[in-house]
């Protein structure tokens, strides 16, 4: 006696795809040691604006690895200022938080090069201590 499994159904939710997650090419993380700031409204209303310090240790053009310095409950959406290279209000959304207060986030929108090379200008982190800013461009 053998037990027959009916094939799988085809249906127009199988060749959705979006292109945010789906066909979006990825683009490298590089090391990086910025300071900067996450913003985000507590208890879904608009008048508590909560602001938390944090340091970003790697980044790239759509997302960055962020970690805390102290534990709180980190909501889905936030914005990322990033103090060092004056960079304000980067849409994020939260891809994964690990257990030792380090958060993947990922942004709304694509960082401009000029974006890039200025925080990479301000950065600490070894890797970008011969980078200087291009004022003229």
Partial sequence: MSIQVPAPRGNYLNKEES?????EKSFPMEDTCNEA?????????IVNLVSRRCQIIKLSRSGAVITMT??????RNFYLDI?????????????????????????????????LQRIFVYSTHRNHQ????DIYS
Avoid: W
Wanted: overall charge positive.
């Fill in 19 to 23: 292109f945010m997650y789906d066909r």
């Fill in 37 to 45: 700031r996450i913003e985000f409204t507590e208890n879904g209303g």
């Fill in 70 to 75: 102290t534990k709180f409950q980190l909501p």
């Fill in 83 to 115: 103090v060092s290279a004056r960079i304000p209000m980067i849409g994020c959304l939260t891809q994964r938080v690990h257990a030792n207060d380090i958060v993947e986030a990922r942004f709304l929108r694509l960082l401009s090069d000029k974006d």
């Fill in 130 to 133: 011969n980078r200087t800013l």
